[in-house]
């Protein structure tokens, strides 16, 4: 343990649309490249004809009912533990993690969340959905309320995936575009499903275009997109489209720093080196500022610059485009706010590391005010932007959050938060972001938004 | 004889050197430039290699008046004025008054070697108005005997729509457009549809008017925007497979390049060739040489006609550069797209 050992890149591969139990390769070509540099996988793309043909085949075959159960158990099973289309579960790992720069402790932690969300799915039903026995006769049967499910992932973390695979549990036949970089778990989940006795015209799996994905999520009965502001916008308010966007997880900090707290707010921006959409970004406090700043600065400063691969890792990594990116983006909010992990840090907001790979420092600014606009950015590594509250700026600054984290003794302000229709989480002291149990919502019910009432009354 | 090889080809730039820098043959747009290009046109141009010498005019095809454009020696003739689609900003006009329907005789010998049939009816929907296309279709249907149909599009709409966010709105044209090729396909008999990419890709979306236009059409063309080689292959093979699915690369400028009769062991399904009396299509690299065959270049045009001249054009698009196919004398294009840097201009292919 602790040895660094220089991991060999895996072999680049080689990925193509997969439809009802087929590969097709696509004539439309493009690379997938590694954190290290170089390729990682020859991707071949649908373009929309090739997407319209999948959606058509799916279609056809849709019926909308339920695989049995023990289908995902066994799937999750043999996505951990079993080779699947050549590919063992370490090959998988190391593949997404240069992919996407996750470490592999966390990606080890993903296959494991995977697996127990896949295996919760049934209780996570029972807990979203309302008793349906009404007397003697008189039934509800909770129904797909479609036959096509669309999934356009994105790529900074595999655990997503279990939405569409949920979807198909519950009975929709499934067309999923992976994240442009993580194209290896969905691929991994499908073999697994199908090798655990799924019926292959119940899935497709389609690398392509965000147009492609936009032109899916129109035709599908149900949707999901996941991703950035931008990518997310148009599908705001479609009732059939489930968005997962930008988290805007914030903390409401009215009470004083020790270190447990510290150590709380630094776990909550930089668990999964921040590429969690429940990563605490914004801190809005009643106390000191700079303080408050200056301590999560240096409890997060402390964390090592380490390739992804080794054992001790805890920041993403990712390759040379990302990171002049995230350079500029970096530069370009430290110019508007001030900067607090320069004290305590390196200086340069991402560091080259031996082995070809770029790591982004965490960051944490203040600005002076709650409203500032720039309260709310959200960056892919660790960032927190710490700004001042108090009664005078209400629920305001607090709205529009994944997660809201409260560390307050008023009950009127809890209460308040609770009621707020854009905080769609709370969470009360030192409690992790996206701690959880099956039928607690992540973002209202999406048991319900898959599945619909039907009235079912039987002649006694 | 037509001029075919480059030997002729040089004679034939040689002959038209002294038709548009003649003082009663030319155009007053090139009279007007012949003393300020550095170079006596009349004797310092003696073939193809010379005529990247000329500056490129086509931003001035914006602007222009069109009279200026057309030769003296061709004053008694009716011309009409066309404009291109304005993808890349104003419109540029061109003039014809014959040129143009000389091309479509040797185009439609190309198609129907391609296995678009030789009579039948046409339907175009695509735009007509300003737009050249409009009347290269018509053209083709009259030459085989045909009646034209044609469904109005207004490409510059699209692109106002398309530039502005505003799909839905492009989305609900697009409708509208197949909702008028739906009524002419279910009551008149159509041989061959001529559309764009993008059309298709709707009409395929459309099960009824898929139906009807995979079972009811003898030939496809495509043209105007360009198309990747997998949703190529849906076409051929998916969606239409019992029909000839063929392209035409082509512009207002340059005139039109259909796909060359497939040969075996093509590495791209599908190369267009220009018309190799009056175009040259090269592909070149930042500096302007040529790239070697099966490397990507940009398109320079030349086009060298009675009616217009149009020498030294950097286009929008980029290709793969391919030999000639056997029988001919012009290198082939594969695999076209658009340019991507143009000047920071923001190229908005639209649905045409």
Redesign the interface.
């Not at chain 1, 071949?44 to 090739?50: T, V």
């Given at each position: 343990m602790g040895t660094p050992t220089p991991t060999p890149a895996p072999a680049p591969i080689t990925v193509d649309p997969y439809i009802c139990g087929r590969t097709t390769a696509?004539?439309?070509r493009t690379r997938l490249p590694s954190v290290l540099g170089g390729d990682l996988a020859d991707i071949?793309?649908?373009?929309?004809?090739?997407a319209?043909?999948a959606l058509n085949e799916i279609r056809t075959h849709a019926d909308g009912r339920a695989p049995a159960t023990e289908i995902f158990t066994e799937a999750a099973r043999l996505f951990a533990t079993a080779t699947l289309e050549g590919e063992t579960p370490q090959e998988y790992v190391l593949r997404v993690s240069h992919a996407t720069g996750l470490t592999a402790a966390a990606m080890d932690q993903a296959v494991r969340d995977l697996v127990a969300e896949i295996g919760e799915l049934p209780e996570t039903t029972a807990a979203e959905l309302p008793g349906t026995r009404f007397g003697e006769g008189f039934g509800t049967r909770w129904v797909p309320r479609g036959r096509v499910f669309a999934a356009v992932m994105a790529s900074n973390h595999p655990v997503p995936n279990v939405s569409w695979v949920q979807a198909l549990f519950h009975g929709y036949s499934v067309l999923v575009k992976p994240g442009s970089r993580d194209p290896f778990t969905p691929r991994r989940l499908i073999a697994a499903l199908l090798a655990a006795g799924l019926e292959p015209a119940k899935v497709a799996f389609l690398p392509c275009a965000h147009a492609v994905g936009d032109f899916l999520l129109r035709?599908a009965d149900r949707g999901i997109i996941y991703g950035g502001a931008r990518a997310v916008a148009?599908w705001q308010d479609r009732e059939s489209v489930a968005v997962r966007g930008p988290g805007r997880t914030k903390a409401l900090l009215d009470q004083d720093l020790d270190d447990s707290v510290v150590d709380h707010l630094a776990l909550s921006a930089s668990f999964d080196g921040g590429t969690r959409c429940t990563n605490l970004s914004a801190v809005l406090t009643t106390r000191p500022v700079g303080e408050v700043a200056d301590r999560l600065a240096e409890r997060l400063g402390r964390l090592p610059s380490l390739p992804a691969t080794e054992d001790e890792a805890t920041l993403l990594v990712v390759d040379r485009a990302r990171a002049e990116q995230i350079r500029e983006q970096v530069a370009a909010l430290r110019a508007q706010l001030t900067d607090h992990s320069v004290g305590f840090d390196s200086g340069d907001p991402v560091v080259e590391l031996d082995d070809g790979s770029f790591l982004p420092r965490p960051v944490v600014l203040s600005a002076d005010r709650a409203d500032h606009p720039a309260v709310g950015t959200e960056l892919p590594f660790p960032f927190v932007i710490v700004a001042p509250w108090t009664d005078a700026d209400g629920v305001a600054p607090l709205r529009e959050s994944l997660v809201l984290n409260v560390l307050t003794d008023r009950e009127e302000l809890v209460d308040e938060a609770v009621r707020e229709p854009s905080v769609r989480k709370v969470t009360r002291g030192t409690v992790l972001p996206w701690t959880a149990v099956p039928g607690i919502p992540h973002d209202d019910n999406y048991t319900q938004f898959l599945l619909e009432p039907k009235g079912m009354v039987a002649q006694r | 004889m037509t001029p075919h090889s480059d030997t002729e080809f040089d004679a034939h730039i040689r002959k038209l050197m002294a038709w548009h820098f003649g003082e009663d043959t030319g155009s007053p747009f090139w009279l007007g430039k012949k003393g300020r290009l550095g170079f006596d046109p009349l004797t310092d141009i003696t073939g193809l290699a010379d005529l990247a010498r000329f500056p490129d005019v086509s931003e001035e095809l914006r602007t222009v008046p069109a009279q200026r454009l057309i030769p003296r020696g061709l004053a008694g003739r009716p011309f009409r004025v066309y404009d291109s689609g304005g993808t890349t900003g104003a419109p540029k006009r061109i003039v014809d008054s014959g040129y143009r329907s000389t091309l479509l005789e040797w185009a439609r010998e190309r198609l129907i070697a391609s296995g678009v049939p030789g009579d039948g009816n046409w339907l175009h929907l695509g735009p007509s108005g300003p737009h050249v296309i409009g009347f290269d279709v018509s053209r083709y249907a009259a030459l085989g005997g045909g009646v034209f149909y044609t469904v109005d599009l207004d490409p510059r709409w699209v692109k106002h729509l398309l530039g502005a966010g505003r799909t839905d709105e492009a989305d609900d044209y697009v409708q509208h457009l197949l909702d008028q090729a739906e009524t002419i396909l279910e009551s008149q008999d159509i041989a061959v549809l001529n559309t764009t990419p993008p059309l298709l890709e709707a009409i395929c979306a459309r099960p009824k008017l898929h139906a009807r236009i995979r079972d009811g059409v003898r030939a496809i063309i495509w043209a105007g925007t360009s198309i990747s080689a997998e949703s190529l292959r849906q076409l051929d093979e998916v969606f239409f497979p019992g029909q000839a699915v063929v392209g035409i690369y082509g512009n207002s400028l340059m005139g039109v390049a259909p796909q060359r009769p497939a040969a075996p062991g093509d590495p791209y399904p599908c190369v267009f060739e220009p018309y190799p009396v009056t175009t040259r299509l090269e592909l070149v690299d930042d500096e302007g040489a040529l790239v070697p065959y099966g490397e990507r270049g940009r398109v320079r045009l030349h086009l060298v006609a009675e009616e217009m001249f149009l020498p030294n054009i950097l286009e929008r698009d980029s290709a793969v550069r391919l030999a000639p196919g056997p029988g001919s004398v012009v290198d082939g294009l594969a695999d076209v797209q658009t340019y991507t840097a143009l000047d920071g201009v923001r190229i908005i292919e639209g649905v045409y």
């Open positions: 696509s004539a439309d071949g793309n649908a373009p929309r004809l090739l319209l043909a035709e148009q | -």
